[in-house]
């Protein structure tokens, strides 16, 4: 018996329900689920890091020194863009389930590089309020940020892990990917 008969295949009653089942059948992706994970939260946290100085490279000097709380909310929105691009990999013939949430992930991640973003370094922002207002106005704004963004990220995961479990006839839980 594999792991994925201990997930029920029944749709569940409540949206705390179906959370709980979609988060307990991540356990049992397949290895190719694993991979694009692996791949898509690297991806992602080059996309965000390079460009805002996290990671150190000879392309951008960030301005002003990361801050402490810029790490965890840069590593957790990978991990969680990461987790949610996995959910659209084919597993077998099946068609992924769950409603597609990838402009809203799109935008939570460029939410996320915002909010890890040197304030300064931000022609946008510097360009509408100066270097002052982006010191001053919008760097006290990204730990706010971050933590939206984090949430939006996590919202459209929790969306796309209860669509596997209420539409299991898409196929997900009977292919042995």
């Given at each position: 018996m594999t792991a994925m008969a201990a997930v029920r295949?029944?749709?569940?009653?409540s949206r705390l329900e179906q959370t709980r089942l979609g988060f307990a059948s991540v356990r049992a992706w397949p290895l190719r689920?694993?991979?694009?994970?692996?791949?898509?939260?690297?991806?992602?946290?080059?996309?965000?890091?390079?460009?805002?100085?996290?990671?150190?490279?000879?392309?951008?000097?960030r301005m002003t020194p990361v801050t402490w709380w810029d790490y965890p909310v840069w590593a957790i929105s990978a991990l969680l863009v990461g987790l949610t691009a996995a959910t659209y990999a084919r597993i077998g013939a099946a068609a992924p389930a769950g409603p597609d949430r990838s402009r809203r992930t799109l935008g939570a991640t460029l939410l996320s590089t915002f909010a890890v973003g040197c304030p300064i370094c931000n022609k946008l922002v510097v360009g509408l309020i100066g270097v002052s207002g982006a010191l001053s106005y919008w760097a006290p704004l990204q730990p706010v940020l971050g933590v939206l963004s984090i949430g939006l990220l996590?919202?459209?995961?929790?969306?796309?892990?209860?669509?596997?479990?209420a539409c299991p006839s898409r196929g997900w839980l009977t292919a042995q990917g």
């Open positions: 295949v029944s749709p569940p009653g689920r694993w991979a694009v994970a692996v791949a898509a939260a690297g991806l992602a946290a080059l996309a965000m890091g390079v460009p805002t100085g996290i990671v150190r490279t000879s392309f951008y000097t996590l919202t459209g995961l929790v969306v796309r892990l209860r669509g596997q479990v």
